[in-house]
């Protein structure tokens, strides 16, 4: 039988060469922290589609769309340069009112705080609402009175309104939320020389109650 001595002793040996297996084995656990995957939560926005603004872009992109058709239909043109530029007007704004749509409606433009969405949707509806009048006046007077061309003059026409509504609505909506803005600024600066000066009111009581 071997003392308790030994036994100890045994025991000992053995844990530090295991210690110094495991220290040598190239197969160890890391220690690195695991970061949880961020996952792109994406849901319809149904309320903005319900919504007067809503209702706007899809109605713009529509129109846009039902122009860029129409104009594309036409086979033969002199001079041209009318009909080039309502087909890039009428491509250009189904792209962008397109892509605001997406944002809007899905809520990916709240993942870019940095932007000022309700801005950029009201630059992009007045420009948009421009170039679309610009664009189908001078279609209207150097069009060859086709099915094609006399269609898509009546949608740049009815897209002009589109977007000139939509550009009316988002300025009173951009006011309002400027407005908000400026208000919360004011409230929270009032509160805060509210509070500095409850502070400094009471500096001289408890000077009262130390002395």
Known sequence: MRNPEEADGFEGEASSRSMMSGASSPYQPTTEPVL???R????????????????????????????FICIETVKECLPCGGLY??????CTAFVVTGVLLLLFSLNLHTKVPQIN?????????????????????????????SKGEIAAVVFGFLATG????????????WRLTDRRQVTSQSSEY????????????SQPEIQRLEE
């Open 36 to 38: 949880p995957a961020h």
């Open 40 to 67: 792109l939560h994406v849901r319809c926005d149904t309320e903005y589609l319900r919504s007067t603004l809503g209702l706007l872009k899809v109605l713009e992109v529509l129109l846009a769309l039902i122009a």
């Open 85 to 90: 530029f309502f087909e890039f007007v009428s």
């Open 117 to 145: 969405w309700n801005l950029t949707d009201l630059i992009n509806t007045i420009i948009s609402a421009l170039l679309f009048l610009i664009a189908s006046i001078v279609l209207a007077a150097m069009n060859h009175k």
């Open 162 to 173: 589109a977007y000139m509504v939509n550009s009316y609505v988002a300025v009173k909506i």
């Open 190 to 201: 009032t509160r805060a020389r509210s509070e500095s000066r409850g502070e400094v009111e």
